[in-house]
Structure formats: structure tokens, C-alpha cells
């Protein structure tokens, strides 16, 4: 092992540090490089951890390496300054955080190499050393459960090896940026959470996913984010390891190296919001605005609101155990909170994170906001006229708040290989998108994967990434060629030639609806029409309760005109009882984009049923000889 190792240089036929890496921990790779550090570590665990369990060890002394190596310079300044301001019996968290020139500090007087002295109370001075971080840094390593692995590790008789191993890595600042300690640990989070299952489906969000929705939040802002000195604000409700936040500071800094992006979220999952607080951390980032907890129940940030917003939430979720705080804050607070609009049914809460980001979008006076959410096929159309789910369709709708639902391909995501759809929604939708929603039908946009990972078999290249992006940022109607997937104009298509629809444009009313009930009238054993006794109904026809029936009205359709044109001939002792009419919006997806294949031509089937019975017949033949 080299034991001057520096993260971050660059070595011959490796520019790529990690990304090439066959990660398979079966044997230390001989270059000098990151990789073979790692699997030095993991060699040492090997039989004492399976190796998913890898990353409960390499990611948090990662990042325990990383802070000591940015505190090292100032360590003997902050130390001076708490005993100075212990004397004067003041707070010292001010001043030591000033001293230290980080949003962190310590107050040990030990470190990772005076660790490294004291072999026999390895376990006792390396708890002592932590206890000494700022409370941010400790709720770190407490969510990672890191004292368990430390205990875990001093009874495999580990923990001296491994700590060695990570007190003889260079992490300091001078040597990795940190945007190169970025790349690292997420390529890390990467590596690990392809190792478990688990982790990858529900915490992890696949990095091309990612980059296409960056991609659409930023297209229609290239011009201002390239401005000097642009500060705008990202927020993620469900952060996960910070993927989300990640590649959409990657993405604004390749742009605009002079931008800067603040960076807030919310995670429910203990281990998944320890692993994006310390990537946030290393990239210089204010961990305060990293919030544990669960974002429908408890926002962790009240009040805020933000430039941009990312959110893959679990999909087909229920929220029964969080029932009681959702309902009583819709029912308190209505359009004043987050839930006005209306709640979906308990077994699917995906809508409920549509409504949170909508609550977080900042005024359109103010720029307002756009974001992206995945969502599964649920939301488009669950959920007839009056329910909640419609109701919540209609208010964003109406509120002309969906810019466009882009279809990605099936095989997409680690635990789940059904349909998904990205939603961009913005309060400050551009002159061309006002009162329109795009539909996009990117499912055939992939390529397959060289090894699947859980329920991901497929993954978007780098040219499927910008061929979606510019069918959203063109924003208009497109037809393709099926054998070429080239586009038609509209006279070729005039001409008769094959198309199928990828991208339409849509009127937000059209998809909006009236279901009107109609009535019959009820009628005795002569076939007389019953006449209601009493109520408001008194002298008039008593409807027939068994022959209720319900029609969808299109909003952009005269309601008489439809009910004389598709029903009376049909019953023309019926009438609507508008008293029961409801509004409703669904979003028929696939009714969009489909293409009707006529039937093939019967003397082509026979054609082929005689070949097939001919060979059956020959076979048969064959056998009774």
C-alpha cells in the first residue's frame, strides 16, 4: 500500500480515478490510486463483513479522514480559543467556528495521527476524538451508526488496522478540492449502493435519470445561470444519499464555474441522510440546511421557498402511519398549508410530495420556481371526478402550473421496472408554454445495460439525455418515422407516411372533464312512470336508483349538446341531474401517443395457418410410418 497516497492526482492511463473500476473486491488493484486504497480497506473486512456492508465502514471514515484533514492547519488556533473563552466563561461555538474558517470545528486535542499512538485504547480515543466535533458533525456519524461499526470492528481486532489505513490517506485541501472529494465519495455511494439491493432501490436514483432532469430544470435558464456571480437555491424533499443535489451542482458549475448553488433537503432514512450530510460537508457545503426526518409529516424547513426543486419519492407508498398530521394539517390550514388542493388515497402518497414542492415554489413575482419530480403512472389518471387525486390534477392545471410530463422507458429504476414519468412543473412558465401542457413519449429512448442492477436493465446515453432535452426546450408537436425514428414534417405526414407521435402539445382544459349523472325515471309493474311524493323532487319523475348511470363530458364541450347527441336516442325519457355534476381532470398518457395498427389482412393469416397445419400434418405423417 502507499502510505503517501494523495487523492485527487492524476496518474498515467488513469484520469478517470474511479469510473473504470470493476469493483468486484476480489483482488487489490496495483495501481496507486483511489481504488486500490479502498480495496486495501476492504481486504482488511473481508470474512468479518459481507460486502454490502462495506460502505457502513469506508464511507463514514471517509469522511472522518476528510475533516481531519481540513481542521489539521487550524487545530492548535481553535484549541487556544477554547481555553480562552472557557476562562471568560462565554459560549466558545462562535468564536471557534470563526477560528477553525469552517461551518464545523473540534475540539479534541487529538487526531487521526495521534490516534495512531495509543494502540491499545484505540476504540476509547477514537470515540473521545468524535465526541469532540461540533453537535452537525456528530449527528453525522450517529446516524451513520458509526459507533456500532467501531465496536464491531475492535472486536474483529480491525479497528487499529483500519484506521491506520485512513491515517495515512492525504485528504487535505490542498491536495483534493472539494469538488474532487465530491466526485469521490459519491462515486463511493455509488459503488455501495450497487452492492445492496436495497439501498439502491429505495435511496438511490440512477445518475442518467438524474442528469435528464437537471437538464430540463435548467434548459429554459441557460442565459441567467451564466451570469457572474448567480447564487440560486436547490432543494431535494427526498434527498436520499444527495444524488439529486449533486449532479445539479455539477451540472450549474459546468455552465458557470462563478455560480453558486445552495443546497437544502430532507431525508427520512437514517444511514441515506448520514451519507448525504457528509457529502454535502466535503463539498463545502452548510450541512444545517440537510434536515432528518419525514418531509410530509414534519417539514424541516418551514417557510422556505426555492429557485429550483428535484424529488424522486417511493413510489405507491402508503402514508397511513402519518394520516393523523397530514389530515389535520390540510384540515387546519387548507390552501394556507400544503395539502388545500385535496389528499389522495391512503395507498399512494406520491402526490402528496407533488403538493409539498408546490408549497416551497417562491412567488412568481418574486422569479418563481421550477422542478422536477418522477412520479409513476398512478398520478396521471387515478381517481374519477371529485376524488383527490383529480382534484389535485385539476388545481395544477388550472393553475397552469405543468410545463410538461416527459415517459421514460420501462427497466429504469433499481426496484422497479414499471412506467415512469417526469413531471416539470414552474409558476413561471414562458410566453409559448402558458396555457399548454407537453406531452413527451421518450420510451424508446435506451440502450440496455452491459449487467443489470436489481430491476435496471436499461439506462439513457448521453445523446438519448439530449435528444429529450431538446424535444422539451423546441416545445413543439413531433412525429417520427418507426423504422428510422427520424422526424416528418407535416405535409409528409399529409402524404401518408408511417408516424408515431413523441411529443404533443395540449390545452391544459383538454384534459379536464364533467362527469354529469343521468337520471331514468322509476316505473311501476304497468310500466307507469312513479311520481316522488315528497322532497324536491315532489310531482316529479322519481328516478329509477338501478338505471343511474354516469357520462364524461370533455370541458370543452357544451354538456346539452353532448347529452342529446349520446344519450336521448338512447333514453329519451332521461335527464341530468346537475346537482351531481363534478369537474374532473385525468391525463390519459398513452391514449396519446397510441397509433392504431389495422389487423392483418385474413388471406395473409390463412396463408400462414396453412403452412403451419401443412408442417403439423408432415410431422404427423412421419410418425405412423
Known amino acids: ?26 483482488r487489490p488493484m496495483s495501481d496507486p490510486n483511489l481504488s486500490s486504497f479502498i480495496w486495501s480497506v476492504a481486504d482488511l473486512l473481508r470474512g468479518d463483513y459481507k460486502q454490502s456492508e462495506y460502505g457502513k465502514v469506508i464511507l463514514p471514515f471517509t469522511v472522518l479522514r476528510r475533516l481531519d484533514c481540513v481542521l489539521e492547519a487550524t487545530k492548535p488556533a481553535v484549541l487556544a480559543e477554547l481555553e480562552k473563552r472557557e476562562k471568560a466563561k462565554l459560549n466558545p461555538e462562535p468564536f471557534l467556528l470563526r477560528k477553525s474558517g469552517q461551518l464545523f470545528y473540534n475540539t479534541s486535542p487529538l487526531d487521526m495521527k495521534r490516534l495512531m499512538g495509543d494502540q491499545d485504547h484505540i476504540k476509547e480515543n477514537l470515540f473521545a476524538y468524535m465526541q469532540g466535533f461540533s453537535a452537525a458533525v456528530r449527528d453525522i ?8 461499526q467501531i465496536d464491531r470492528l475492535a472486536k474483529s481486532g480491525l479497528l487499529y488496522l483500519v484506521a491506520e489505513k485512513f491515517a495515512n490517506i492525504d485528504l487535505h485541501p490542498e491536495t483534493v478540492s472539494n469538488a474532487q472529494m465530491g466526485t469521490v465519495f459519491e462515486e463511493l455511494i455509488r459503488k455501495f449502493a450497487e452492492l445492496s439491493n436495497e439501498t439502491a432501490g429505495e435511496h438511490f436514483t440512477p445518475r442518467e435519470v438524474i442528469r435528464l432532469m437537471v437538464n430540463l430544470l435548467f434548459v429554459e435558464d441557460d442565459e441567467a445561470l451564466t451570469k457572474p456571480g448567480v447564487v440560486r437555491s436547490l432543494y431535494d424533499p427526498t434527498a436520499g444519499t444527495g444524488g439529486m443535489l449533486s449532479v445539479a451542482g455539477e451540472h450549474l458549475a459546468s455552465m458557470n464555474p462563478d455560480a453558486r448553488l445552495v443546497m437544502y433537503g430532507q431525508e427520512l432514512n437514517a444511514e441515506s441522510y448520514a451519507i448525504c450530510k457528509g457529502d454535502m460537508l466535503i463539498k463545502g457545503q452548510d450541512i444545517a440546511n440537510i434536515i432528518f426526518g419525514n418531509t410530509l409529516s414534519n417539514d424541516g424547513l ?46 399512494d402518497g406520491s402526490l402528496l410530495f407533488l403538493l409539498h414542492l408546490i408549497s416551497k415554489m417562491r412567488p412568481a413575482k418574486d422569479g418563481g420556481s421550477r422542478f ?54 414552474s409558476n413561471r412558465k414562458p410566453a409559448h408554454r402558458k396555457g399548454k401542457l407537453q406531452l413527451i413519449d421518450a420510451s424508446v429512448y435506451w440502450q440496455k445495460m452491459r449487467k443489470s442492477l436489481g430491476s435496471k436493465r436499461k439506462e439513457l446515453s448521453p445523446e438519448h439525455i439530449e435528444e429529450i432535452t431538446r424535444l422539451f426546450g423546441e416545445c413543439k408537436e413531433v412525429y417520427v418515422d418507426p423504422e428510422t425514428r427520424k422526424s416528418l414534417s407535416r405535409k409528409a405526414l399529409a402524404a401518408g407516411a408511417p408516424a408515431v407521435p413523441i411529443s404533443r402539445i395540449f390545452k391544459n382544459e383538454a384534459f379536464g372533464y364533467r362527469t354529469i349523472t343521468v337520471e331514468r325515471p322509476l316505473r311501476d309493474e304497468a310500466g307507469n312512470i312513479v311520481q316522488a311524493a315528497k322532497g324536491k323532487l315532489k310531482g316529479k319523475p322519481q328516478p329509477d336508483a338501478n338505471l343511474r348511470d354516469t357520462e364524461n363530458v370533455p370541458l370543452g364541450e357544451d354538456v346539452e349538446t353532448y347529452f342529446k347527441r349520446e344519450v336521448l336516442p338512447h333514453a329519451p325519457d332521461a335527464w341530468i341531474d346537475h346537482e351531481k355534476t363534478k369537474v374532473g381532470y385525468e391525463i390519459p398518457f398513452n391514449r396519446h401517443f397510441y397509433v392504431f395498427k389495422p389487423p392483418r389482412d385474413l388471406a395473409e393469416i390463412d396463408a400462414e395457418l396453412k403452412i403451419v397445419t401443412d408442417r403439423i400434418l408432415t410431422m404427423i405423417g412421419g410418425l405412423t410410418k
Open 141 to 148: 456519524f450517529e446516524s451513520f451508526d458509526f459507533h456500532t
Open 1 to 26: 500500500m502507499h502510505e503517501d497516497l494523495q487523492v485527487g492526482r492524476r496518474f498515467p492511463g488513469n484520469d478517470r480515478q474511479l469510473h473504470d473500476a470493476p469493483w468486484n473486491f476480489e
Open 302 to 347: 418551514p417557510g422556505k421557498q426555492f429557485d429550483y426543486m428535484l424529488s424522486n419519492p417511493p413510489f405507491g407508498v402508503e402514508w397511513k402511519k402519518i394520516e393523523k398530521e397530514v389530515r389535520k394539517e390540510a384540515q387546519q390550514q387548507g390552501f394556507n398549508g400544503r395539502f388545500g388542493p385535496g389528499l389522495p388515497r391512503v395507498s
Open 372 to 425: 422536477g419530480i418522477v412520479l409513476n403512472g398512478s398520478p396521471l389518471f387515478t381517481g374519477g371526478a371529485g376524488s383527490g387525486e383529480s382534484e389535485i390534477r385539476r388545481y395544477v392545471l388550472e393553475n397552469d402550473l405543468v410545463e410538461a410530463i416527459i415517459g421514460l422507458p420501462t427497466d429504469m429504476f433499481y426496484n422497479t421496472g414499471i412506467s415512469t414519468y417526469v413531471w416539470i412543473v
